[in-house]
């Protein structure tokens, strides 16, 4: 984002305005830390803000400051497009294609009049925006956000409500600050956060130690279920609805699975396919090492996209096919999966 637009922006900004700001939908902890942490950087500026999420996300963000503020779209539709029709500036945070809101939340952004403004690291953005922050080397959008209140001369104002907020979705995009795109300057807005007042042990605790014993359980069967093909230096592993329903799964159970599929010694490759009986597609997540493109992958085969090395897609066919599909694919990228 250059100068000048910043400029244009504080201006926009100077007066209080109309906001929407939206996450993608299935929204993690980057999508709702990031819009949370504009929210209240908004309010500061009494901008009349409110966050608007395609649809529910799991129980373990729900303690973030501000969620009791935030509507979703598919539970109060008409509320919603209302705001989103009205609304002097949308933020869209943590996505850069209207269809990862959702068809019917797609529509109603597309035909809104509203100034729009993108913040976010994923690749091949849309061009819908008038104000695109967009940045692949980014290890969140919430860095991101720390960045764009910085460049508008605010990072004084960032309180431990804000940084709170920012540091969940740092912490969660970078596997607690592991993944390769956690930089050295990541790990400087992260002591700076700090600094701020978030807690980052507490945070961890709120995101990660409230497992369910049924959660535990639905990992053990994951990993009963976890194939490897040691020559294709791939793993990867199946949830069957039936499964997801004995095991009582709720939103949010299956988040980071495929984690432990690619923490195989030698494996570069990993996938977890979960069968969604509500949407009629197989959800897939797909994580790699190094330079193999789960992005491009997810692309060429799966309706998806993401990153280079954390991706999503899907399957409209069932299980076994979509697995049949997936295998028969793999052997032409054995030379990239070996490099
Ligand atoms: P996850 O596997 O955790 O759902 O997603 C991994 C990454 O890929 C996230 O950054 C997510 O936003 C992105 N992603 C997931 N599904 C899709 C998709 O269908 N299309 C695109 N473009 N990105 C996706
Ligand atoms: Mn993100």
Redesign the pocket.
């Known amino acids: 984002m250059i100068n000048a637009q910043i400029s244009e922006l504080k201006n926009l900004l100077k007066t209080p305005k109309d906001i929407v700001i939206v996450p993608?939908r299935?929204p993690?902890g980057?999508?709702m830390g990031s819009t949370l942490a504009l929210y209240h950087y908004l309010k500061l500026y009494n901008h009349n803000a409110i966050v608007i999420a395609p649809n529910d996300y799991p129980d373990f963000l729900k303690w973030l400051p501000g969620d009791d503020t935030v509507l979703k779209f598919e539970m109060q539709q008409d509320e919603c497009t209302t705001l989103i029709n009205n609304a002097d500036l949308i933020f869209t945070l943590?996505?850069?294609?209207f269809?990862?809101a959702g068809n019917q939340m797609a529509e109603v952004l597309e035909s809104s009049t509203a100034i729009k403004i993108m913040i976010d690291?994923?690749?091949?953005p849309d061009d819908y925006a008038k104000y695109t922050y967009s940045d692949i080397s980014m290890s969140s959008t919430c860095e991101m956000v720390y960045n764009f209140i910085e460049m508008l001369g605010d990072d004084d104002k960032i309180n431990a409500i804000i940084a709170t907020c920012i540091y969940v979705g740092i912490m969660t995009?970078t596997g607690s600050f592991r993944f390769p795109a956690t930089t050295s300057r990541t790990h400087q807005v992260i002591g700076n956060l700090i600094d701020k007042g978030a807690d980052n042990s507490q945070i961890h605790n709120n995101i990660y130690d409230t497992n369910s014993y049924s959660r535990l359980q639905l990992l053990g069967r994951a990993m009963q279920n976890l194939k490897v093909m040691p020559e294709l230096r791939t793993a990867y592993m199946t949830l069957s609805q039936s499964e997801l329903d004995e095991f009582n799964y709720k939103k949010g159970d299956t988040?980071g699975f495929?984690n432990y599929a690619l923490s195989l010694k030698d494996i570069i490759f990993a996938a977890?396919f979960i069968e969604s009986q509500q949407d009629q597609i197989i959800?897939?997540?797909?994580?790699s090492k190094g330079e193999f493109s789960?992005?491009e992958f997810?692309?060429a085969h799966?309706?998806?996209?993401?990153?280079t090395n954390?991706?999503?897609?899907?399957s409209d066919d069932d299980m076994a096919t979509t697995l049949n599909k997936f295998i028969s694919i793999l052997p032409q990228y054995k030379q990239d999966l070996n490099q």
Do not use: Y
């Open positions: 993608h299935n993690d980057d999508a943590d996505f850069n294609a269809h990862r690291h994923h690749q091949q995009d988040e495929v977890i959800k897939i997540s797909l994580r789960v992005n997810s692309r799966f309706n998806g996209g993401g990153h954390a991706a999503g897609g899907r």
